[in-house]
């Protein structure tokens, strides 16, 4: 059955606005499972821009379904997601000058070092995830570094700026997911989702996963997050 990760890195974002104590992300997170999330995932960025360590920290001791961490493939971070033990990892690109996440990670062109990075990790025993576009060198790429998940990344079909543009990125999506599948990876996605665009990712078959974050919140400013959770399962299922 297709589950939902609610990302809370905009919880933070509005607490480091002001940098001040709230809003907490960790209370944000308990509201989320008690929603319904079937796991928590945390960005912990090299600037700290939102998500602190601490919050990582506190987030492993609370979170009771899976903690993902998010995170840029560098010592600092893995020595960090060694310590803390998610429950996975997924390892993104990272430019201090974005706003958000602009696409998947080059693993085709740095093979050699990620795959001793998933080594490193996964002999820890923490399964990692590379978030990458639905490209057949990257799909296949990830296979190389025996990493257990990919999770695709939906941006440009989320951005299409029309249907004949999003209907190509939803094939391409349908037919990265065939293509990890059969190697043996395990499928996630995420990026850009919202309670609009979502159903149809989420009839992809052999989809386990979609990881929301800034949809949610926007809509939790306005109804409360146990209600924005709520209402994204349902839009997941086509209810909403």
Avoid at 3 to 14: Q, R, S
Avoid at 58 to 85: C, F, G, S, Y
Avoid at 133 to 141: G, L
Avoid at 181 to 204: E, K, M, S
């Amino acid at each position: 059955m297709l589950t939902l990760g609610v990302n809370i890195d905009h919880v933070a974002t509005i607490r480091q606005a002001r940098r001040t104590v709230e809003p907490d992300p960790i209370g944000a997170a308990v509201l989320a499972e008690l929603a319904g999330a079937d796991g928590i995932t945390a960005h912990l960025r090299e600037d700290r821009r939102h998500i602190q360590d601490r919050d990582i920290k506190l987030l492993r001791q609370t979170v009771r379904t899976h903690l993902n961490l998010e995170m840029a493939p560098t010592e600092e971070m893995i020595n960090i997601a060694l310590d803390v033990k998610p429950d996975y990892v997924t390892l993104v690109p990272e430019k201090r000058e974005e706003v958000t996440t602009e696409g998947g990670i080059d693993i085709v062109n740095n093979l050699t070092r990620f795959t001793e990075v998933v080594s490193k990790l996964q002999d820890a025993g923490i399964p990692v995830s590379w978030f990458i576009d639905a490209d057949e060198a990257q799909i296949e790429a990830s296979a190389k570094t025996k990493a257990l998940f990919i999770e695709l990344h939906t941006g440009k079909y989320a951005d299409a700026e029309n249907k004949d543009i999003e209907a190509q990125e939803l094939e391409a999506l349908k037919v990265g997911t065939k293509q990890a599948l059969d190697l043996g990876l395990r499928v996630n996605a995420g990026h850009g989702l919202t309670y609009w665009n979502v159903y149809p990712v989420a009839c992809i078959e052999g989809m386990e996963e979609l990881n929301i974050g800034h949809s949610i919140i926007s809509r939790a400013v306005l109804v409360g997050l146990e209600r924005a959770v709520r209402e994204m399962k349902l839009a997941m299922r086509g209810e909403l």
